[in-house]
């Protein structure tokens, strides 16, 4: 099956990154488009090897030769021109916040829960994750497989990437600023980043949490159990590609640091970086342009019965967000769910 693509934010870092994975994955495309805002119109961005796309306005574009389009432009733009494309027969792939937590939009981890692809006719949308919360299901799920998960308990370290470029831009200007006694702006990110961390991740919800710590918990619920009961506490670090999380999680029956380890080992999407001395374990910089969600440090949480934690990393760009999105296309395709 050949499929025509639109690639939305083509300019952005997870829409580039998008591009390259599409590319790197073989996935059967027969054309690829780039859209983006009038700003971008006329610019070139790389398509696999000596290729390049000029970029689109896709306030003008017209979907109705488009098979499947994935966005990464923002929730407004999205709320706009997601429903405009799914009107006119191509299912999208977005990647903003915007369409999650519908009903009727299909919220998908292909390792957690493909079946739920099985929705996308309603709308013709289906909803990429947020990027902490695809790598905490992605390691929760083989070990909700064993025992069912009664309640997580996640603190998240997420570099500025999640943000966007501009962020990652300014924490390269507030370290130069650090090392050169200059000022440095303080723009995209509530605090300065550099050699700081800061729990403010979006913005606060009445009950004193922060949005980002809202989509942990309800995305969970919705891709993984209802059931689970949540806490997230989400922190951004001075990182600029790739996510950590430690996560402690109870059962509601025994289950052995080995035999979570057995599980984690055989899972999809799954790398263990482990070993008996606890010396071996990955970190943010070991996962970038990585595929899998790496688990470390598995071991027995002694304050509650049935507890395990343990620690995870991945590239947020990467399989927290584009890869994401592409092995949902994928996965579209083998399924025949394309129109």
């Not at 939305?8 to 780039?34: E, K, N, Q, W, Y």
């Not at 937590?101 to 299909?106: H, L, Q, R, T």
Request: proline content about 5%; hydrophobic content about 45%; aromatic content about 6%.
């Amino acid at each position: 099956m050949s499929v025509r693509v639109a690639v939305v934010g083509a300019t952005g870092a997870i829409g580039r990154r998008m591009l390259h994975t599409l590319d790197a994955r073989s996935f059967p495309a027969s054309s690829v488009v780039a859209l983006a805002s009038s700003r971008s119109h006329g610019r070139e961005v790389s398509y696999g090897e000596g290729r390049a796309l000029k970029v689109q306005k896709l306030a003008d574009f017209d979907f109705a030769e488009t098979d499947l389009a994935l966005f990464s432009a923002g929730g407004s733009i999205s709320a706009e021109h997601a429903p405009r494309a799914a009107a006119a027969g191509t299912i999208v792939v977005d990647n903003s916040s915007y369409f999650r937590m519908d009903e009727d939009v299909p919220l998908v981890v292909p390792e957690v829960n493909a079946d739920a692809l099985r929705q996308v006719g309603h709308r013709n949308i289906v909803a990429n994750p947020n990027c902490s919360t695809i790598q905490l299901v992605v390691a929760l799920k083989p070990l909700h497989d064993i025992v069912p998960i009664r309640r997580v308990v996640v603190s998240t370290y997420q570099s500025v990437s999640g943000a966007g470029l501009g962020a990652m831009e300014e924490l390269e200007a507030q370290v130069r600023g650090e090392l050169f006694n200059e000022q440095a702006a303080i723009e995209r990110l509530p605090r300065r980043i550099a050699f700081n961390v800061v729990p403010h991740i979006d913005v606060f919800e009445d009950d004193g949490s922060t949005r980002e710590e809202w989509k942990m918990v309800h995305e969970t619920r919705k891709i993984l159990d209802p059931d689970i009961a949540l806490a997230a506490t989400c922190v951004r670090v001075p990182v600029f590609i790739g996510h950590a999380e430690a996560v402690n999680v109870e059962f509601a029956g025994p289950v052995s640091p080995a035999d979570a380890t057995a599980a984690l080992m055989s899972a999809p999407g799954v790398e263990v970086v482990d070993a008996d001395d606890m010396q071996m374990y990955a970190t943010p910089i070991d996962c970038v342009h990585e595929d899998p969600v790496f688990v470390s440090r598995i071991r027995t949480d002694p304050t509650v019965d049935h507890g395990l934690q343990f620690w995870t990393v991945a590239d947020n760009v990467g399989k927290g967000a584009a890869l994401n999105a592409v092995q949902i296309a994928e996965h579209l395709v083998r399924s025949r769910l394309l129109h």
